[in-house]
């Protein structure tokens, strides 16, 4: 059983930097629970979860009160991870008052740690009067999920001079803001490593090389849960769908051949 002392903390997370730590996203309890017993420190609820878990193309139909509900069902599996929920599309870009509304619910009904918020320079005054009003940010620079429709697809940042500055000028901006870490995600291995030498709070590298000081992975990418093609970066450690669908498949058959339930499956 563990204490509330073992609990990483947001300052705990940030004495993290210049050290290799490994980060993943859970979706509901069990994944949580998962991360938790292979001591992954962090746990984020990624808007992702509208792609891997709700069927969605993209992040940008995911909304507050979906993630609010996987957010609570991951604290709940968690016992010392830092839980940081992902705020959807237009639940902070509004104004000032609803993103601080809508990141407060986060840590009130769910019970998360700390929010993630996508942009860079231009969301720093956001970020500030978030940290300022008590809520912790995870700061995410680079490709901006968030933003494929108006980016027109996803493609990897930090190619010229010009983007590695801006990257830099972002995860500065970040920083001076009180963000406690940044998400670097599909940024050039070398302009990651430039980012990463620049500040002093951890970045957390997703398809970003690594010079970062974490790594973070979609945890049904990296357990092989979905079925489907995953980014070239990820490394799968397991092929758990194939595996549930074998396992699916050899349940119907024992149903079907009589040999399930046995005698001796029953409530008694
Ligand atoms: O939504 C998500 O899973 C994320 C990660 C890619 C960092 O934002």
């Not at 990257?167 to 990651?192: Q, T």
Request: proline residues 5%; glycine residues 8%.
């Amino acid at each position: 059983m563990s204490s509330k002392s073992d609990r990483w903390t947001v300052a705990r997370i940030r004495e993290l930097k210049g050290k290799k730590f490994a980060c993943v996203t859970a979706t509901d309890t069990c994944t949580a629970r998962w991360a938790e017993a292979a001591e992954i420190p962090l746990v984020l609820v990624g808007d992702s979860l509208g792609m891997t878990t709700l069927g969605f193309d993209t992040t940008v139909p995911v909304t507050m009160e979906m993630m609010l509900h996987h957010t609570a069902a991951v604290v709940r599996g968690r016992s010392r991870a830092l839980v940081v929920a992902d705020m959807p599309f237009l639940s902070y870009q509004i104004s000032v008052e609803s993103a601080l509304r809508n990141a407060g619910r986060f840590l009130q009904e769910a019970g998360a740690d700390a929010v993630k918020i996508e942009g860079g320079e231009f969301r720093a005054p956001l970020v500030r009067e978030l940290v300022r009003n008590g809520i912790p940010v995870l700061g995410h620079i680079g490709l901006l999920p968030q933003s494929v429709l108006a980016l027109g697809g996803y493609r990897v940042v930090g190619r010229t001079l010009e983007q590695i500055e801006s990257l830099i000028a972002d995860a500065c901006a970040l920083e001076d803001a009180g963000a406690f870490a940044i998400v670097l995600e599909a940024v050039r291995p070398d302009a990651a490593r430039r980012v990463t030498e620049r500040v002093a709070i951890p970045t957390i590298g997703i398809g970003a090389g690594p010079h970062c000081d974490g790594q973070i992975l979609v945890i049904h990418d990296l357990l092989g849960l979905n079925e489907a093609p995953v980014p070239q970066f990820v490394q799968q450690y397991a092929h758990l769908g194939a595996q549930a669908i074998e396992a699916l498949r050899r349940y119907r058959e024992d149903v079907a051949r009589g040999e399930f339930p046995g005698p001796e499956h029953s409530y008694d």
